[in-house]
């Protein structure tokens, strides 16, 4: 119709055709709407000129297009295209600008660039609360986004007090019981979980589950991710027969919702197999064990198998209980699979292949694997980096590489002792690793007096154990 009202070429052509082309990506039909885009961007420029304030509009769609076809880099290169074009606009600050900064911040957010993501999140958040007030829903996005992207780097405790802005502003402009609050409920749950702060966690872990449930229904399939989300950190704390009781329930609605033959069901199965194993049920957790590896088995099978389906296999493989499930040799073979889609850069699936190659006897190459994957790890303190330190010492220990041993040791009883939400069962946990590398090195070395150094740690061990008994 604009067409044949003003012709082929007009500014009304162009932004019909910027229209359609956003009716078609609200549509997830992204390669036409990018088609669409691009014949408005040439009309746009060939009729207005770059300088035009509807250049770096259709251009800023353009690179959502993008964004949403998950290219994330022609997506940062147009938004930094745009954001360029726009602060060469005359007047004055815009909300649009804060706008083209969040944009580009989230291209580099889903590349991993993690730092300069977080510059420009904290540019776009400044520059909406002066120009919006503290309270808009574009200032409540902007602190969700800064958030995460402090997650990502494990800055948790930078992390928190932005999650629970979000968390106070939502309860303000939503009311106290909204599906987005019980969302922000659990973002904040999860950043106190990574800082150690389970009691906490557990407290909105179960504030979430509850408006969950109240407001979508006992059996919704996000109901079952909040149990197993509570069922992770009851497990934390050791509380395992209430754990292993939300892991069942999430298992049955999963099942119900999902149907018994869906990659999911594996997850909880996986969850359910684990916390019956800590608790000794090892008869009642086979025939969960044994359901849990024929899908694992079926989902690394696929044609269409990614990285993460391989390395689920192998770990199966490698910790199942009972242990006559186990099969190492299958599992260095899948995880070796995991280790070549995933370009030898996931930390977890290096963590895998190390294990696997520890149960297979090639200690050395255990050993070097996981040193690879810390080194890979973002800087910082992390419950990852906790996890993959103490096996690697675990590796240093039996390869008999004591003096590299023990200093990771240490650091990891001090980073426990130091931290005030660390749970005793942990701080014993970490003793009992430094007393057995010291028999060790005693054994190896009887004239350097490493079973002095047992005794002592054995002290502090027998201290420990009356301590939390007084306090108990």
């Known amino acids: 119709m604009q067409r044949k009202l003003c012709g082929d070429e007009h ?45 770096p509009q259709v251009l800023n769609n353009l690179a959502s297009d993008f964004f949403f076809q998950r290219k994330y880099a022609d997506a940062e290169k147009i938004h930094r295209e745009v954001l360029a074009m726009h602060r060469k606009l005359p007047g004055d600050e815009h909300p649009d600008e804060a706008s083209y900064i969040n944009n580009l911040a989230n291209d580099l957010y889903r590349q991993g660039k993690y730092v300069e993501a977080e510059k420009l999140h904290r540019e776009a958040l400044a520059l909406w609360q002066k ?13 969700g986004n800064l958030a995460n992207t402090l997650e990502k780097q494990n800055k948790y405790t930078e992390a928190e007090p932005y999650h629970r802005q979000v968390l106070d502003l939502k309860m303000k402009l939503l009311g106290d019981e909204h599906i987005s609050v019980a969302n922000s409920l659990i973002n904040l749950a999860k950043v106190l979980s990574n800082q150690n702060k389970y009691a906490e966690a557990e407290k909105f872990f179960r504030k979430a589950l509850a408006m969950r449930r109240k407001l979508l229904g006992e059996e919704h399939l996000v109901v079952a991710y909040s149990l197993n989300n509570l069922a992770v950190i009851l497990e934390f704390q050791h509380k395992y027969a209430e754990a292993e009781q939300f892991y069942r ?23 359910l197999v684990d916390v019956l194993k800590v608790q000794g049920k090892f008869e009642e957790v086979r025939p969960f064990a044994a359901e849990l590896l024929d899908k694992s088995r079926k989902l690394s099978a ?54 696997a190659q520890q149960m297979t006897g090639d200690i050395d190459a255990a050993v070097k694997t996981e040193q690879t994957a810390v080194s890979l790890l973002q800087p910082g303190a992390s419950t990852l980096r906790t996890a993959l330190e ?54 190896s070395e009887p004239s350097q007096d490493y079973d002095e150094k047992a005794a002592q740690w054995q002290t502090r061990l027998a201290q420990l154990e009356t301590s939390s008994k007084n306090t108990d």
């Open 131 to 143: 120009l919006l007030g503290d309270e808009h829903p574009d200032v409540l996005n902007s602190l």
């Open 249 to 271: 329930q999430a298992l049955g609605i999963k099942r119900k919702r999902l149907g018994a033959a869906h990659p999911n069901i594996a997850q909880s199965l996986r969850n």
């Open 302 to 355: 696929r044609p269409d198998a990614n990285a993460s389906n391989h390395n689920a296999y192998a770990w199966d493989l490698l910790t199942i209980e009972p242990a006559d499930l186990r099969d190492p040799d299958a599992a260095l073979y899948a995880v070796q699979k995991a280790v070549e889609l995933s370009n030898g850069k996931d930390p977890n699936i290096l963590d895998t292949w190390a294990l």
């Open 390 to 443: 103490t096996n690697l010492s675990g590796y240093l220990v039996e390869q008999q590489s004591y003096a590299q041993a023990e200093p990771l040791l240490l650091a990891l009883h001090k980073q426990l002792s130091d931290n005030p939400q660390s749970l005793t069962t942990q701080k014993k946990e970490s003793i009992d690793r430094i007393i057995q590398l010291y028999d060790a090195w005693h054994t």
């Open 11 to 55: 500014p009304s052509v162009a932004s019909s055709l910027n229209n359609l082309a956003s009716d078609l990506s609200r549509q997830r039909k992204f390669a036409e709407a990018e088609k669409l885009y691009r014949q408005a961007l040439a009309m746009h420029r060939k009729l207005l000129g770059d300088e035009h304030p509807d250049v």
